[in-house]
């Protein structure tokens, strides 16, 4: 997953030393990306819809071409939505497991592609700081922070700090992003921490000499002022009041297998039109006692990650046993994560499931199996298209999952043990409500999750792999443009939008 490992740790350790025992559709020519936000992006009276673009590497598409894609678990898969930043309409890859936005600038000197879209710096605001972002495959991205005026479907901050990258191995280029745009929140943000550090802000009366409680939570309402200020986009725009809710609603389309699915949207500030609020289930998100709270809320805690609790994970409906790696005192819970291509898990819960499927975790590709989380009381199982792999290309004979494994968590770090990513998002419609940023405990942060799995989902599985000649592959698309926007090609029982056989929604216009 795209995700920083500087920040949170940094961020805790200075509060501890600075504050002692402180409680802590399909055209003959591409349009522009200008015409694409343009034309596809949707404003209501009570929140913003826009189509999310998905795209792949182009080495990626030729092996699709040719059938050597398979199911589309060789390759990354990335989600991309449309942003301005200083003018410039740039794709950016939606991740929902980190909190800074950065673009890939028009001085980049490594790791950058011919042609690839770029921010132009000329009205970029140098702020005197520079950042390298440290992600969890090993990649890194580095640039200067600076700001410039940000537009999201016509919603626009100025003054909006960001990385203009000019330094990146993360070969995010290939799939045709020119950064990310992060929706999790203030306090996991490299950005904002740096800004902070460097800020008036930081040099507060508890800064030097003994340490008091009440200096503490003086400092950490100050530091909350800055959230507004040079905190994520997201995160800025809740604090701004600018949205009837505090809320990002995402579903996402499927372009392998049987292509189709969900509509892909990212709808701002309200639930895409048909969907109603109280169809989800609602939980909500783990907070961490690490940053000092005000004095107003000497009790106030805080989310760090959209992590959720789990109550349990079954496949085939048979309940898995608990993973013995980690504390005992640790409650089960999941990240939920648009920057990581697979499901993550605990390793011996990982090898379970494994033997179970099959000899070296392999098994017939037209044999469906779920795996399904339980949250708040009821099951969300991954579309069992979206739960197998292709062991080799060109052959739809024997599958393997997309399970992967974490590092068991810590007492001392973010506490979930697993990490769902694309192929549980496939399967849902998920909602993130930020809450009161300032005060979780006046309005707490919270996720909606609504099954989009069909219930015939294994039959349409063995169909798909049915419908295959010998040595052919499953059909596999790149959409370069918005699948579909609000004119789909219906809509599942439950009020989402779904995409059509060819991997769009009928593409028309909004007024």
């Not at 020519?29 to 200008?34: F, R």
């Not at 959409?479 to 219906?490: D, H, I, L, Q």
């Amino acid at each position: 997953m795209w995700w920083p490992k500087y920040g949170v740790g940094m961020l805790t350790a200075t509060f501890l030393s600075c504050y002692g025992a402180a409680t802590p559709a399909p055209t003959t020519e591409t349009p522009s990306l200008e015409e694409i936000a343009r034309r596809y992006t949707r404003r209501t009276a009570g929140g913003v819809h826009l189509p999310i673009v998905r795209q792949v590497a182009e080495a990626s598409r030729r092996r699709g071409l040719t059938s050597a894609i398979g199911l589309g678990d060789f390759v990354d898969v990335v989600y991309n939505v449309l942003i301005s930043v200083g003018g410039t309409t740039i794709p950016l890859a939606l991740d929902t497991g980190t909190s800074d936005l950065w673009v890939v600038s028009d001085k980049c000197t490594q790791g950058c592609l011919s042609g690839q879209s770029a921010y132009p710096q000329a009205s970029f605001n140098y702020s005197g700081a520079d950042a390298k972002l440290f992600y969890g495959n090993s990649t890194t991205a580095s640039g200067m922070i600076g700001k410039d005026t940000v537009s999201l479907a016509g919603l626009t901050l100025q003054d909006q700090y960001f990385i203009a990258v000019n330094q990146t191995n993360t070969k995010l280029g290939l799939t045709g992003s020119s950064g990310i745009f992060g929706l999790g929140f203030p306090v996991t943000s490299v950005v904002w921490f740096k800004l902070w550090r460097l800020s008036d802000y930081f040099s507060s009366p508890g800064k030097q000499g003994q340490q008091t409680s009440g200096n503490a939570s003086s400092s950490a309402t100050s530091i909350h002022r800055t959230w507004s200020v040079f905190g994520p986009l997201p995160t800025r725009f809740v604090t701004a009041a600018q949205l009837t809710l505090p809320m990002y609603t995402v579903t996402l389309q499927r372009d392998t297998k049987q292509v189709g699915g969900n509509v892909g949207m990212l709808s701002i500030g309200e639930m895409p039109s048909g969907v109603s609020e109280d169809s989800l289930t609602w939980v909500p998100i783990r907070a961490y006692p690490w940053l000092p709270p005000p004095p107003d809320s000497p009790d106030e805690v805080y989310p760090y990650n959209w992590e959720v609790l789990l109550d349990d994970v079954y496949l085939d409906g048979v309940k898995l046993p608990r993973s013995t790696l980690s504390s005992p005192f640790i409650t089960l819970s999941a990240l939920i994560n648009s920057g990581n291509s697979i499901l993550h898990g605990p390793p011996d819960v990982v090898r379970n499931i494994q033997s179970k499927l099959g000899i070296n975790g392999r098994f017939p590709c037209s044999e469906p199996h779920t795996i399904a989380f339980s949250i708040g009381g009821k099951l969300f199982p991954v579309d069992p298209r979206d739960f197998i792999q292709q062991v080799i290309g060109n052959d739809v004979t024997t599958c393997t999952s997309v399970l992967g494994s974490n590092n068991p968590p810590s007492l001392t770090g973010p506490q979930y043990s697993w990490s769902l990513g694309i192929p549980f998002l496939k399967s849902v419609l998920a909602a993130f409500y930020y809450g009161n940023i300032t005060h979780p405990s006046h309005d707490p942060p919270k996720m909606g999750f609504l099954s989009t799995v069909p219930q015939d989902a294994a039959a349409q599985l063995v169909s798909a792999v049915a419908a295959v000649k010998a040595g052919d592959n499953f059909p596999y698309i790149s959409e370069v443009a918005p699948s579909g926007t609000f004119k789909s090609a219906g809509t599942a029982s439950n009020g989402v939008p779904l995409a059509t056989a060819a991997g769009h929604a009928t593409q028309t216009g909004f007024s």
